[in-house]
């Protein structure tokens, strides 16, 4: 559901397509605007999921598998915003994906945070969790 950007009204109506983006036309206050195609917008969150795990230092067939997103599309997208790894993990994160009962329960556990780091990303309707062990005894 679009609202307008201008006095938050739903009542709006298409009002044609310009540059692939949907246009749209206010019915309250007349005002006309833009938004991304449906389509765009979820592929734009795909790209930034995959370039963040990129980072994140997980494989592109990690990431493949993770999202479902060929690991040759992932490496287009990494040369195109031309995202570099800040440095090579000497360890490789694991990463699991958890509900937010799942997610509570590996919080409330001390030790799972012991000598890590954790990153949490909201992944659909799911959540991604990527640790790293500084200290491995
Ligand atoms: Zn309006």
Known sequence: MEFCPQCQSNKIIK????????????KQCSYN????KLGKQIDQYYVTKALQLYLEGLSYREIERILGVSHVTVMKWVRKYQIKQAFQNEYHPTYKICNSDELADFFKDQQNLKGAGVIVTELGNKFMLIKWERFKE
Request: include cysteine.
């Open 33 to 36: 605007f833009t938004v991304n």
């Open 15 to 26: 009002s044609g397509v310009i540059n692939d983006r949907q246009r749209y036309k206010c």
